[in-house]
């Protein structure tokens, strides 16, 4: 956990309203992943970044935004929330991306009613 | 990016025995990562073993790689309750930096 946090902790919101994610890193990292995890699917990636401003579509990116206009942040905007997106967010950094591990920070729990 | 899939779904077992969990991708790799996560806690990272390495250890923590069988294992020795947990691979790909993960195996030890 030391060196990624992520904010909010937990958060619920209605249908409709836009809602960001932050993910904040002091280990210098120059990847950073977003995934979410819903029962019976276990983790799957939303978007991931390899450099500031450099973004990459996962598996279900839809209905997503990310952006990092700094190494240390980087951000998940959904734009318009749906209860589908209910779910917990990850978020992980990797010094050389898929070449070595991944480390996570302690999620965010979002509830779209 | 490839999806490991993880065998079996759900294992339950008595403290003190050894649990064995498989992972089997589709193509070949780079390197295959092995994971753990306790309930509501972010993935922690356990091992990486590379494509050209057969056997890895850390601690009670054993993995195996055949890329001829396209396939990975993770033993943990001598069980203790706090092992209790999910366990996820990822066959890392390359090509690019995605890392995806397969829906895990269910780790239970019974005091």
């Known amino acids: 956990d030391a060196g990624i946090t992520q904010s909010p902790r937990h958060k619920v919101t209605e249908t409709g309203t836009p809602v960001t994610l932050r993910c904040h890193q002091t280990?210098?990292?120059?990847?950073m992943y977003w995934y979410r995890q819903d029962p019976g699917h276990g983790l799957r990636l939303i978007h991931y970044?390899?450099?500031?401003?450099?973004?990459d579509k996962g598996e279900v990116s839809d209905g997503y935004s990310v952006s990092r206009s700094k190494t240390e942040d980087f951000l998940l905007t959904l734009e318009s929330a749906t209860s589908s997106q209910t779910s917990v967010y990850f978020c992980?950094?990797?010094?050389?991306?898929?070449?070595?591990?991944?480390?996570f920070g302690n999620g965010t729990r979002l509830t779209v009613t | 990016s490839q999806q490991g899939e993880e065998d079996p779904q759900a294992l339950s077992i008595q403290e003190g025995e050894n649990a064995t969990m498989n992972c089997s991708y589709k193509t070949s790799i780079n390197n295959l990562q092995w994971y753990r996560q306790n309930s509501g806690r972010g993935l922690v990272h356990l091992i990486l073993i590379r494509s050209n390495e057969r056997e890895k250890h850390s601690g009670r923590l054993r993995v195996t790689l055949d890329t001829s069988k396209k396939s990975s294992s993770l033993l943990i020795t001598a069980s203790r309750a706090a092992d209790t947990a999910s366990y996820f691979c990822?066959?890392?790909?390359?090509?690019?930096?995605?890392?995806?993960f397969g829906k895990g195996t269910k780790l239970t030890v019974n005091p």
């Open positions: 992980a950094i990797s010094e050389a991306g898929g070449n070595s591990p991944l480390h």
């Open positions: 970044s390899y450099g500031v401003k450099d973004t």
């Open positions: 990822a066959p890392f790909q390359g090509g690019s930096e995605k890392l995806v």
């Open positions: 280990e210098n990292h120059r990847y």
